[in-house]
């Protein structure tokens, strides 16, 4: 993967493009001697949502009426967002992730340097861009903080930079643009490389964006089932057993049709401390065979189709599968992608979509990982499509995990059932104890050890999650299942 600084923005004088690592040069690619644009060649994977994560301060009133530098940038992406067909821009206002140059997730900063190099004696602004073959997989855009920065239309202020100018021309070089004026073309576009009184997109800045962006696949929409839809499961990942486990059934006489997904780093943005780094995620069926593994989702030869479905994961060094799967039981292992850098654990997340396109369904699913203490709980999520309510038994178990060979198996797991609003429905120490474990029972489903936890509830329609942990703040491997009481289809 190269890395390079894609564009300096000047406000006096030409810079050229400046490489952080060895690249064969830079692509210009007047489409037509006419176009007043060029293209770096690159772009993003046709139908990405491409989340850039804004950390541009707080609170701060504007000339314009922007509220902060955060809410001018969120307006520049959604001005480009007007003319893209098959990529959008997704801002994250006051985003809590740390910027890093190397996390694969594209980050808009104010800072004194550039990841530590150091700007140009002018540059306002610098666009870091790594690339893959013909793909971008991140971009982060820096804002010189040792200039004056407001927000305001019209003729430049003397000693004042308007950011939402300088925003609108860096997120031009996030979609892939380029300068025309240093391509040799005299027309009037903000893609231009000099900042001037010119404040908004041109007929020529809009005609590149969709070059690169008209043409694609159509968006896919999966198809509502009342089905269990959603399945995710979110636990502290470690080597060896300790890695994230999730194992589901699709049932029925005809495929289901599925995305999993295995997200680590970019869940710091969701505040989650020590997210996994670089997660990968590998597909096996029951008879223990691997059958599909991926890395870096962008490399996947489904990757289209997966942004297709808006199923893209935010960062590039998440992983994902789109798969279709008959009548089984498969298993998927989510753990850390050995980079030589030594950083294997973290907390992941493993997740089942089930795209409802055909008559099969994935129609339980568990997951085994290592529940810690505080706010490391093992949480799994599912969505109960309507419009019906639908039985489920929802188990922790723990200490039954031992006569599988399991090491430091849970001692003793709880588990709380909570709606899509966090209140608590229903909360569990020794499945016996509950008021339905008859119900538990009934099914066939009753844990093997009075310590482990279960419940049987009606739900409607809506999201659900279960949060394991362990009585007492004890620790261990912990599995948390949802199995699907309603008849499977035929």
Do not use: C
């Amino acid at each position: 993967m190269d890395r390079l600084i894609f564009h300096v923005f000047s406000g006096k004088k030409l810079l050229k493009i400046t490489f952080l690592a060895a690249f064969g040069g830079a692509v210009l690619l007047p489409l037509e001697d006419a176009a007043g644009y060029t293209l770096d060649g690159r772009k993003w994977t046709t139908n990405r949502t491409v989340v850039m994560h804004l950390s541009l301060g707080g609170p701060q009133p504007l000339q314009d009426g922007s509220a902060s530098f955060n809410h001018s940038a969120a307006t520049a992406l959604q001005t480009w967002n007007q003319h893209l067909a098959h990529m959008q821009f997704a801002p994250v206002i006051a985003s809590p992730l740390p910027s890093d140059k190397s996390d694969a997730d594209n980050s808009v900063l104010f800072s004194s340097t550039v990841f530590g190099d150091a700007f140009g004696n002018t540059t306002l602004a610098v666009t870091v861009i790594a690339r893959r073959d013909t793909t971008y997989s991140d971009a982060d855009v820096v804002f010189n903080n040792r200039y004056v920065w407001d927000s305001y239309a019209g003729p430049r202020q003397s000693g004042v930079e308007d950011f939402h100018r300088v925003a609108l021309h860096e997120f031009g070089h996030v979609l892939g643009l380029n300068h025309p004026d240093q391509a040799g073309q005299s027309v009037s576009a903000l893609m231009n490389s000099r900042i001037g009184n010119l404040d908004s997109l041109t007929g020529d800045d809009i005609a590149g964006a969709r070059a690169i962006y008209d043409a694609g696949p159509p968006y896919r929409t999966s198809t509502p089932t009342a089905n269990l839809v959603n399945l995710s499961t979110r636990a502290f990942i470690g080597t060896g057993e300790k890695v994230l486990i999730g194992g589901f059934i699709v049932q029925g006489s005809q495929p289901a049709t599925l995305v999993l997904r295995g997200i680590g780093n970019s869940l710091g943005a969701r505040g989650i401390r020590n997210p996994m780094r670089d997660p990968m995620m590998e597909l096996f069926n029951a008879s223990g065979t691997r059958i599909a593994v991926n890395d870096d989702w962008i490399d996947s030869t489904d990757a289209e189709t997966i942004a297709s479905y808006r199923l893209d994961p935010s960062s590039s060094l998440e992983s994902a599968l789109y798969r279709s799967l008959t009548a089984g039981a498969y298993t998927v292992i989510v753990k850390s992608f050995d980079n030589g850098d030594g950083i294997l654990t973290g907390t992941g997340l493993v997740e089942l979509f089930d795209l409802g396109d055909t008559g099969g369904r994935a129609g339980n699913i568990s997951a085994r990982g290592e529940v810690l203490g505080l706010d490391d709980a093992m949480i799994a999520g599912f969505i109960v499509g309507g419009p019906q309510s639908k039985n489920v038994v929802v188990r922790a178990i723990g200490p039954s995990l031992s006569s599988s060979g399991i090491n430091g198996a849970l001692p003793d797991p709880t588990l709380e059932l909570r709606d899509a609003s966090g209140g608590l429905i229903a909360s569990n120490n020794d499945w016996q104890t509950d008021p339905q474990a008859s119900l538990v029972q009934s099914a066939g489903l009753a844990p093997t050890r009075t310590q482990e936890a279960a419940l049987h509830r009606n739900l409607p329609a809506g999201a659900y999650t279960a949060i394991v942990r362990g009585a007492n703040n004890s620790t261990g491997i912990g599995l948390v299942e949802v199995y699907d009481l309603s008849p499977p289809p035929n």
